[in-house]
């Protein structure tokens, strides 16, 4: 109906730690969390033009602290989705149709 034939590439779930120490080359990377402190933009003004991006969406609940400083670390962009706290699974939609439109 849209014309806008785009599928993201949805990979197998792996561990945390594994995922944020992994080399990504030519694109960004993206934490998405709900944690008031750090530094976060919305992910729209982040986003480039890169055909390579990856978004990390937390469980129900959120990631850990940890998990947010491990990914900030290596050199994840800490981001917001927005100004609503959303599910798991809508967040993923609201992300991908984002990394999309830009």
Not at 12 to 41: S, T, W
């Amino acid at each position: 109906q849209s014309q806008q034939c785009w599928l993201p590439v949805l990979q197998e779930p792996v561990k945390f730690e594994d995922l944020v120490m992994r080399q990504f080359e030519d694109g960004k990377k993206y934490i998405a969390h709900c944690l008031p402190e750090g530094n976060k933009e919305s992910l729209h003004l982040q986003i480039s033009k890169s055909s390579n991006q990856l978004i990390l969406i937390g469980p129900e609940g959120d990631f850990t602290k940890g998990e947010i400083e491990s990914a900030i670390q290596n050199n994840f962009i800490p981001v917001s989705l927005g100004e609503t706290r959303l599910r798991t699974e809508t967040a993923g939609l609201v992300a991908t149709i984002l990394l999309n439109t830009f």
